[in-house]
């Protein structure tokens, strides 16, 4: 949970990860008022950082797409491209390996 600073205004002036001597308050990470002040200081530039995350995912699975229709091969891709490919699946690998609770364990771990 965030914690922010307010001015004598109650305007947010501060927002930290955790709580400090001059950002107290608590409040949710999605309150509009956060994602206001966030967005004012990067220029919104936290939603092209989203969508340059879900790009980058579609491309993958389109390359994912290509590769297993034979169309390509991954040995025709660059080194580099190969590498970061390799070491996304294997991390998207491990993350799903972690999953701890599902549907049938009714949300005991």
């Given at each position: 949970m965030p914690y922010i600073a307010r001015d004598s205004d109650g305007?947010?002036?501060?927002?930290?990860?955790?709580?400090?001597?001059?950002?107290?308050?608590?409040?949710a990470a999605d309150a509009?008022?956060?994602?206001?002040?966030?967005?004012?200081?990067?220029?919104?530039?936290?939603?092209?950082?989203?969508?340059d995350m879900k790009l980058i995912r579609a491309i993958e699975d389109i390359v994912d797409l290509l590769i297993s229709k034979n169309i390509?091969?991954?040995?025709?891709?660059?080194?580099a491209v190969q590498d970061k490919l390799l070491q996304r699946h294997s991390l998207?690998?491990?993350?799903?390996?972690?999953?701890?609770?599902?549907?049938d364990d009714q949300g005991i771990i």
């Open positions: 305007k947010i002036i501060a927002a930290s990860p955790m709580p400090l001597d001059d950002a107290s308050e608590a409040v509009p008022e956060l994602l206001a002040f966030v967005e004012s200081i990067t220029g919104g530039a936290s939603e092209l950082a989203i969508s390509i091969s991954i040995t025709d891709l660059p080194n998207r690998h491990s993350l799903n390996a972690l999953t701890l609770i599902s549907e």
